[in-house]
């Protein structure tokens, strides 16, 4: 069964422009969430999806930044336009069922470097 | 929310059990522990989880107290690709979400 994968690996970008990440969970998951790691700071959440609908983004930092997951299988996440702040890596995590005791399997994450 | 301590950094000599510990006080009832950890840059890599009763996998063995505030992951034959940050995680329902919040981990360095 293969696992979470992110495209692209890396990514560098100017400030201002516009990148858009994405996530393929592991079918049949219909929970994906999003998270970021800024440089030297913790993992934390962004948002979750359940199916195609947005579950919770409370941890979602500003309006440049927009997730879909249209059809309820992959996600896009667009950051536009981007700024310095934005560097740091973006994971993707997929669970199959809700509820307290769902374990979530990550991606390897995208590395966005905004210069 | 339910916060959890972690010793930053603890190291092993490989082949022998490496336990990392967790303080987790304010754990509520129906709040699981779970715990992952990532190695280098990659993705954080699910390794065990568990309510109230000790837990075992192929990977790990998880002992959590019996008032629950505070749990020992154990890995019984360190090895050197063991080496990573290893987070202790209880998960925290908000907005409809269990959310699993990672804190700064355990930085295990596993040695020769």
């Known amino acids: 069964e293969a696992g979470v994968t992110q495209f692209p690996s890396h990514s560098v970008i100017e400030k201002g422009q516009t990148v858009t990440l994405r996530c393929d969970p592991i079918s049949g998951h219909d929970n994906l969430y999003w998270y970021r790691r800024v440089m030297g700071k913790e993992i934390k959440f962004l948002l979750h999806f359940v199916k195609e609908s947005k579950q919770d983004e409370s941890g979602m930092p500003n309006n440049r930044f927009l997730a879909e997951r249209t059809g309820g299988t992959y996600s896009t996440l667009k950051v536009q336009p981007a700024e310095l702040e934005d560097s740091g890596v973006y994971f993707c995590?997929?669970?199959?069922?809700?509820?307290?005791?769902?374990?979530?399997?990550f991606g390897p994450g995208t590395r966005l470097t905004v210069l | 929310d339910a916060k959890t301590t972690q010793p930053p950094s603890m190291d092993c000599a490989e082949g022998r059990a490496a336990n990392l510990p967790c303080n987790h006080s304010t754990i509520s009832g129906n709040e699981y522990v779970y715990w992952y950890r990532q190695i280098h840059s990659q993705g954080p890599q699910y390794i065990i989880h568990g309510l109230k009763n000790n837990e075992t996998n192929e990977m790990a063995s998880l002992i959590i107290t019996e008032d629950r505030k505070s749990s020992t992951l154990i890995l019984p034959h360190a090895t050197l690709r063991d080496t990573a940050v290893y987070y202790c995680?209880?998960?925290?329902?908000?907005?409809?979400?269990?959310?699993?919040?990672f804190g700064r981990g355990t930085s295990l360095i596993v040695h020769p």
């Open positions: 995680i209880v998960r925290v329902a908000t907005g409809g979400s269990y959310i699993p919040t």
């Open positions: 995590a997929s669970s199959q069922t809700g509820g307290g005791a769902d374990t979530q399997y």
